[in-house]
């Protein structure tokens, strides 16, 4: 009888207690990463935060105060800003949509047998591999040179001595960083696109030949739509990594020329006019501004995921 | 037709290819024979480039910074896989309560551009001195990567067949022997291919290495920077210096182009 007294209440407390031990066991694992990254990389966000509504720049550090939103309208209203907001949409979008339909044609290339088509394969990759620094450089030194580069090069060997020298980067900087990355992310596009084609269920394309239709309407009406969710990943992954390019305009331009992108404005912003607060609005700009595609590239991955957990 | 396309396939993969080959050829001329327009392709070989690249006649050697970008890349790699693994596990194979928004919160924040969180970065490791320190570039590379690489595991381990599980939670098996002994094995190609993305884009970073280390843990892209603005005979060198610290990358990509795949897709195709 005691015993069955003394132990009720006991019994009760673990049976309340025991969902809850066991739900953190499950977290557990979990945390970890969880905290590491919010430490990392969301804290300085918040510190990001703070900083920009105070007037702080690293010259004058008597002069620290509360700037309200002083730095979000001089960064609005700065034209180099400005400009470098235009410049990163125009380098994104011409970039991603460029490797994207290169990376679709050469898919569909090697989509097909062919002899060698693993050295192609091979081949193709290579400039995905090569470190964004040294494929910068190679291209500012090695291909644009006016006087030594390879474009010239080619030029004076096929044209001779009267041949045309133009002076790539200054006379077309934009799209000298643009063909750079191309050829850097094409084979990106290609490969997350070859695998798409490759997941295509052959019975549905094999119906739809016997039912006669031809290699035209096979890519309209089969093969695009089940890329379309290929194409928007490489598209968005694509948005999300260009955007933030930093290593290509810094190398061969160094942000000249109307170049300047925003992740090399903010870098200039603090790291050569030390101006803290400006450079912290600016990132905040930068922020809002990805938030708005990231939450497109959620839904995006989302519906990828989803379909593949069926 | 056919025939053709394949000629075309063959044409374009060697058009991509080129400037890659271009680099190690001209890495492989004297200064000289580099600087020449139009291009001395009848030039003879030599290593010179490359001797310079170590420091022949500078004495100034890029192994620091080799061993720093070595370092930093691949404890990051292993820290990551550790920790992705862990969280993985939480995801796919006994997953927490609303597991799908966790999965997410981890891709958001990858979505945010580093370089807005890079000035409070810079300010707290001057202040707890950490500016030029390796370890600082293991501790933000590892943040880095964590959210994709937290993504991929969690698509590798839904893979794991639940029987196995049920089978080692029968004999007792605790966490870490679980993931060891059961799951490691069977999602070791997952694992792999995590492993490859972390590695090649901790190797490859330069911004936040630039701003955050000096001489002391300078990584190999800082070192190529100091090309950006060379003036005078130094094409060969760069030519070098480029291939040598792209070598690492493109070694472990040819050798894991399926890996490869898996990986830039967050584990999506398979």
Known sequence: ?310 | MRRILGVVAWLVGIAFFFPVAWMVFTSLHSEQAAATNPPDVTAPLTLDGYREFFGASTGASPWPYLINSATASLVSTLLVVILAMLAGYALAIRPVRRWTDALFFFLSTKMLPAVAGLLPIYLISQRIGLLDNVWLMVVLYTAMNLPIAVWMMHSFLREVPVAILEAAALDGARLPTVLRRVILPVAAPGVAATALICFIFSWNEMLFARVLTGVVAGTAPVFLTSFVTSQGLFLSKVCAAATVISVPVLAAGFAAQNKLVQGLSLGAVK
């Open chain 1, 1 to 310: 009888m005691s015993t069955v007294t003394v132990s009720a209440p006991q019994t009760l407390r673990r049976n309340r207690s025991a969902p809850r031990v066991r739900a953190w066991a499950r977290r557990g694992p979990l945390l970890p990463a969880l905290l590491f990254t919010i430490v990392v990389t969301q804290l300085p966000f918040v510190a990001t935060l703070v900083i920009s509504f105070l007037d702080w720049n690293a010259l004058y550090p008597d002069r620290r105060g509360f700037a309200g939103l002083g730095n979000y309208s001089a960064v609005l209203t700065d034209p180099a800003l400005r400009a470098s907001i235009g410049t990163t949409a125009l380098l994104t979008v011409s970039v991603v949509l460029v490797s994207l339909v290169l990376g679709l044609g050469i898919a569909l290339l090697l989509n097909r047998a062919f002899l060698g088509r693993g050295i192609v394969r091979t081949m193709l990759i290579a400039p995905f591999l090569v470190v964004p620094v040294a494929a910068a450089l190679l291209w500012k030194h090695a291909l644009y040179n006016p006087e030594y580069g390879l474009f010239n090069g080619i030029l004076s060997a096929v044209g001779g001595s009267h041949a045309p020298q133009p002076d790539w980067i200054s006379t077309m900087p934009t799209a000298a960083v643009v063909a750079a990355l191309v050829w850097q992310w094409t084979p990106f596009m290609m490969l997350i696109l070859l695998a798409g084609l490759q997941s295509r269920p052959p019975d549905v394309i094999e119906a739809a030949t016997v039912d006669g239709a031809g290699p035209f309407a096979v890519f309209r009406y089969i093969t695009l739509p089940h890329l379309r969710q290929y194409l928007e990943l490489g598209g968005l992954l694509g948005c999300i990594y260009i955007v933030q390019n930093f290593d290509a305009v810094f190398t061969i331009t160094s942000g000249g020329l109307g170049t300047a992108n925003l992740p090399y404005t903010i870098y200039e912003t603090f790291y050569q006019a030390h101006d803290y607060g400006r450079a912290s609005a600016a990132g905040v700009v930068v922020v809002v501004a990805s938030i708005v595609v990231a939450t497109f590239a959620l839904r995006v991955v989302s519906s990828l995921f989803r379909q593949e957990a069926r």
